[in-house]
């Protein structure tokens, strides 16, 4: 399993079951990567301003096999969050 960072785990403590969650500023994809594997969300949007953060967050999701599970968007906030 993921280990998040204390700051992210608490966060990841915070959200409520069988939601989708958006992550804005996702850098890494840690979050929706663990909120996935746990079970906890529903589904999961990994959203950031630049190509670079998402393209790690995208190599995240393909080592947890949820490539196909978490919407990757390049978006400024929730611009472009439907």
């Known amino acids: 399993m993921l280990n998040l960072s204390p700051r992210l785990k608490m966060v990841a403590d915070m959200v409520r079951r069988d939601v989708i969650v958006a992550d ?8 929706p990567a663990y909120l996935m ?5 529903s589904g999961a ?3 950031d301003l630049r190509k670079k953060p ?5 190599e995240t999701l393909v080592s947890y096999g949820l490539v196909e599970s978490v919407s990757l968007v390049l978006s400024n906030g929730l611009e472009n969050i439907k």
Not at 24 to 31: E, K, M, S
Not at 37 to 41: M, N, P
Request: glycine share 10%.
């Open 24 to 31: 804005i500023g996702t850098d890494h994809g840690y979050l």
């Open 37 to 41: 594997l746990s079970k906890k969300v």
């Open 45 to 47: 949007i990994a959203a």
């Open 54 to 58: 998402l393209e790690s967050a995208r």
